[in-house]
């Protein structure tokens, strides 16, 4: 048997990322989503990542920051809540400077469940920041 896991790092406030950052990343999308990147958000899909998801029985994972450089979680609080309505897990997307602080992954992880008003049991740290104390760390968690 083979599994495939689906998920979604929600690395922008729900406003978007700068104009400037969609363009040095222009190889990510597609000519139309960039002719239409003033006026629709690139990096905000979740509606549509949940339709075709749906669509074809499928359910990921979407890892939500509580930090974020344009907005806040909270701009994501309906969008959360329809994803644990609906099945999808809720991860949290730990910022990179909490990955060797209990206490700040303890706080980002109590505000993530509050939101979303459901336990939180996976992490995927921005930016894939690594660390070997965060190993020792999220055991201390489980």
């Known amino acids: 048997m083979q599994f495939i896991f689906l998920s979604h790092d929600v690395d922008w406030g729900k406003q978007g990322a700068p104009i400037e950052h969609v363009m040095a990343s222009k190889n990510r999308f597609d000519k ?3 002719e239409n990147a003033s006026v629709k958000n690139p990096y905000y899909n979740i509606p549509e990542m949940m339709a075709s998801e749906e669509r074809l029985g499928l359910r990921s994972t979407f890892f939500f920051r509580t930090l974020y450089e344009s907005g806040n979680l909270f701009d994501y609080e309906d969008d959360i809540k329809s994803l644990v309505a609906g099945g999808w897990e809720i991860g949290l997307h730990t910022d990179s400077d909490s990955i060797t ?3 700040k992954i303890k706080q980002e992880k109590k505000k993530l469940e509050s ?6 049991n996976g992490n995927r740290v921005h930016d894939l920041h690594f660390d070997h104390r965060l190993l020792i760390i999220c055991r201390s968690l489980v």
């Open 115 to 120: 939101l979303a008003r459901h336990s939180i």
């Open 101 to 103: 602080d209990l206490d």
């Open 32 to 34: 139309d989503v960039l």
